[in-house]
């Protein structure tokens, strides 16, 4: 089983709401990431866990908070955003060492209104 | 610095041609590469990696990807496309024990009939 799994597959969400999107992989994976792309460009890195614990954030605002609950599960907890935040919102998990590939979900479409 | 470059940001090729997309590195250590395909609204999904060793690499859906640390490159071929194949296609270079990944711009293939 390679699949990483994101929900929800869509999302529209006014400025003042306080949403979360959610991300789970069942590969044993001991690093997790969030990726942030925008249309017509490549995936921008936002965060990166490893072992549970936050070891990358690639300065995002603080409107976007991440959190790992433990080594399945990634979640993004999204509040007062912005319209040019609205993007495709990508999970990924990999083994975590130098040598091994990331699996990526299959991502939220986020629309912020 | 590190650095991924996809000369083409564009390519149309006719069904049961070949396709070559290029993909050239700037890393100062062993590079670690990947490329991935991504159809309209989806997720990326890796082809194939290349880690060390043969510097052919085979991936899935019949693609094939050759390193060159001379030319500093590592480009993606497939001998005949099909209508399936037109996606927007990404070199991503592994930059660190985190499990970063740098993409490049990417290339979107159309395929015609």
């Known amino acids: 089983d390679t699949e990483v799994t994101q929900t929800p597959k869509h999302l529209v969400m006014g400025m003042t709401n306080k949403k979360s999107l959610k991300c789970e992989q069942h590969m044993g994976h001991r690093a997790m990431y969030w990726y942030k792309q925008k249309a017509k460009k490549p995936p921008e890195l936002m965060f990166v866990?490893?072992?549970?614990?936050?070891?990358i954030n690639e300065s995002v605002p603080s409107r976007f908070s991440p959190e790992c609950p433990n080594s399945s599960l990634l979640n993004l907890h999204l509040h007062a955003l912005q319209p040019e935040d609205s993007a495709l919102y990508l999970c990924?998990?990999?083994?975590?060492?130098?040598?091994?590939?990331?699996?990526f979900g299959q991502g939220t479409r986020l629309t912020v209104v | 610095a590190q650095s991924v470059t996809q000369p083409d940001i564009h390519i149309t090729v006719s069904e049961g041609a070949s396709l070559e997309l290029r993909c050239n590195y700037s890393?100062?250590?062993?590079?670690?590469l990947f490329w991935y395909v991504q159809s309209p609204g989806q997720g990326l999904q890796l082809l194939l990696k290349?880690?060390?060793?043969?510097?052919l690499v085979q991936g899935i859906k019949g693609f094939e990807a050759e390193f060159k640390r001379s030319q500093s490159s590592f480009n993606l071929r497939k001998p005949s496309v099909h209508w399936s194949d037109a996606a927007e296609y990404f070199c991503a270079l592994l930059t660190d024990s985190w499990g970063k990944l740098q993409f490049g711009a990417g290339t979107q293939v159309v395929v015609t009939p």
């Open positions: 866990y490893s072992y549970e614990k936050l070891s």
């Open positions: 990924a998990s990999s083994q975590g060492r130098i040598n091994t590939e990331a699996f």
């Open positions: 890393y100062g250590a062993t590079p670690y």
């Open positions: 290349y880690f060390s060793g043969d510097t």
